[in-house]
């Protein structure tokens, strides 16, 4: 505590975390004990290959997820009361959507048709959609083939095949802390392992923490994370640590398992770039949507396979079949003139707009002590509250008074983020809004 | 071969499946002898208990799926060579759809809009869809409320949603032999195992084999059928049968995932119920789709989860979120009225002209002892040639002569229908039909 200077709560965990790791080792009522590093090494590697069922052990530090029910509750908790003011869904305002454009393009594309529906599109995505996300792949950095890419039933499929593609159930995934409760639901659904990396709120997940992990230990199958625009933390990683991760992994046999949905939310290509744009051997499968940037109704993602591209292909046709070709075809219709890149620099200088005043409210209005992130694009911020003020509570009051917000305890298996919450400032900043972070404000004290 | 008057190769493969089941045992160069039976009980279960990986044993007469390579080859060969007739893909032909009347129920829904995909529908489905299901499922011969309904991507991701909801990699799945690859792929995709139960061309899958296996042959987790209209056999379960195997399912705690795809094509309800019909426990997963009798472009899909309909809930979310909205009004709209019992009847009526003209025609042209069904329903009729011809061989014949067909091979995890093809009678019978099964028949005599 002296020489760190931190609090007992603080020194306690640490030590619990080293006897996690098998560094240290409890002696009851008397205290931590320095364990020798061999020993503490070939502890761990030995309890993360056996199964957890055989040894009876609990798995340390790669944990089965076991955080559904607590998002389920969650999410199903944030339906029942009437609500005023939601922060919760990372999503914009509809009329910050191109729905008008796209109703358009549908009504164009059927009219020029006499029939719909009467025979089976292919199974990997329709062309032309193929062809506009290659284009559209360049403005991200990258240069990819069309006949790389698989049109996905959103960017959660992606993800989804991607982790069965590359794992099987009780291998171990790297993932970022916090992470999108999303990806916590497929690890669990799929009854992986996680194993959760420190990840900033300025760069990232952190490189360093991850080769620890990896070099001491034991067996990781694959990283998942999002290197541009992270969900919460709303985090870029510098290109320098992208090819350091991408370097890592390759070296390690690992497979990088890239969300680049918010990628299309940076404002320019430089320092952009996914972490796919080093990738040399085919060990990243990068996956993304437009449901987050052009539609929240749309269910159109793809992914980039790499070396599991036919493994890939094959899950996802024993899964789903074919895709329905109509919303593909009138996204390719949007994205094969200007009509994107205008949607989103529109977009993105409006959520730029909204978050600065978003951000300033929080800070005018919250208790002293919070912290927020500012980041650099997106639509969603991160609070952390001061002391000891619980998240999960102000759900709770916020709920009853009409205003829903994501506690922070949904996005880790861990209970590391229950002093957090995120909002999404996707809604115009206007009086309701600002009436609703005064609100949450004066919950948040109360609390 | 004298007591039972079976051929020299009949009289083997029993003696190589009552090996497999532990009755008796090969003696190289000796022949076969019996075991006494609790050995050879003990013998199936203890193999079937442990891990293939550990006992470095294959697992009897469970297996390990393995057919996927084969399909998938034979999938991509058949998209090699330029094709005159399809016979191969279970479709009818594109005019038999009602695809301008689905493109003129999208054209009334956005013409009522002023924007398009702007916002997230519900995850669980379009309640309006939902409803439209709960009443075509009184057609069926089933109550079921709305709520109970999950809507999906195709019957193909209700089925690979139940099987993970019910089992986990290394346990048994019963399924029907022959059976529709598309559930070979998905049981290999998941990492379960297969044992085949015999299934008859008129009553569909033996109850009496099923109790027979579940009796002697360990734990089985659930079976995957399609009583109605089976897929490739055509086969309808008589419904004392279908009583009879909910009950015997239910009596042993193993799940019933019935795929119910071609249910609609049966004429009358009398005698065309689904096994579901007969679920007291919520044990039967009710799996289908309009994917063959409304529209093969369309991946409207629904699954009836009973017990297990909160785990299925939660493994959706997890893997593809919400639904896109616009399809699943269109066919709301296409069920709300008649218009969709006005269709089956019209469509009925046509294959089974269709199919008389297609059975008429194989047997007049095909090689003598030629076996073909008659189908009381659907548009698949299935042929086993006579003495040693091979059906793999004339797949590859007829592709050389732009003609596709479906290979029996692809339909069993075993070797036991390489003498055996699927045909669909889709397409209106006509000249050119004719002569591709007189080509077909010509090229089955000179294999």
Redesign the interface.
């Given at each position: 505590m002296t020489l760190h200077r931190v609090s007992i709560s603080t020194a306690v965990e640490a030590c619990r975390v080293l006897e996690k790791l098998g560094y240290v080792e409890a002696k009851p009522r008397v205290g931590y004990f320095v364990r020798g590093p061999m020993q503490a090494q070939s502890r761990v590697r030995g309890v993360l290959e056996k199964d957890a069922h055989e040894t009876g052990q609990r798995i340390d530090p790669a944990d089965y997820v076991g955080v559904?029910e607590r998002i389920?509750v969650t999410l199903a908790r944030g339906l029942q009361n009437p609500l005023k003011v939601d922060l919760a869904g990372a999503?914009c305002a509809?009329?910050l959507?191109p729905?008008?454009a796209?109703?358009d393009n549908?009504?164009r594309i059927?009219?020029a048709?006499?029939?719909?529906?009467?025979?089976?599109?292919r199974p990997d995505g329709v062309r032309k959609l193929k062809e506009a996300i290659s284009r559209f792949s360049v403005s991200r950095g990258m240069h990819v083939d069309s006949d790389a890419i698989l049109v996905t039933?959103?960017c959660?499929?992606a993800l989804?095949l991607a982790l069965?593609a590359v794992a099987?159930?009780g291998d171990v995934i790297a993932i970022e802390s916090p992470t999108y409760f999303?990806i916590l639901?497929?690890i669990?659904?799929l009854?992986l392992k996680a194993i959760e990396i420190p990840t900033h709120p300025h760069t990232g997940i952190s490189v360093d923490a991850l080769e620890f992990a990896i070099t001491h230990m034991g067996s990781i199958q694959a990283v998942v994370c999002m290197p541009s625009v992270q969900n919460p933390l709303g985090s870029v990683m510098p290109d320098a640590m992208k090819a350091k991760l991408a370097e890592l992994c390759e070296k390690h046999d690992i497979a990088v398992i890239e969300d680049d949905t918010y990628g299309a939310f940076l404002p320019s290509p430089a320092n952009s770039k996914p972490v796919k744009a080093w990738d040399k051997s085919g060990n990243v499968i990068y996956c993304s949507s437009l449901n987050k940037s052009l539609?929240?109704?749309?269910?159109v993602g793809w992914l980039i396979g790499g070396k599991w591209h036919k493994k890939i292909e094959?899950?996802m046709?024993?899964?789903?079949?074919?895709?329905?070709?109509?919303?593909q075809l009138?996204v390719a219709d949007f994205m094969a003139g200007s009509a994107f890149h205008r949607h989103m620099r529109r977009l993105n200088a409006l959520l730029t707009q909204q978050r600065t005043q978003f951000v300033e409210a929080i800070l005018k209005h919250f208790p002293a002590g919070t912290e927020v992130t500012r980041p650099e694009a997106g639509l969603l911020v991160w609070i952390r509250l001061p002391g000891e003020l619980n998240a999960d509570r102000l759900f709770e009051s916020a709920l009853c008074e009409g205003i829903r917000i994501c506690p922070g305890s949904i996005f880790s298996n861990t209970n590391k983020f229950t002093d957090c919450l995120r909002l999404s400032y996707g809604m115009p900043f206007d009086a309701r809004i600002e009436s609703a972070l005064k609100a949450l404000a004066r919950l948040a004290r109360e609390t």
């Open positions: 559904h389920s999503v509809p009329a959507y729905g008008a796209l109703r549908m009504l059927l009219r048709r006499s029939s719909l529906y009467d025979s089976a599109p039933h959103g959660s499929e989804s069965r099987g159930p999303g639901q497929v669990e659904s009854g539609s929240p109704g749309l269910r094959m899950l046709y024993a899964v789903s079949r074919h895709r329905e070709e109509m919303s009138v």
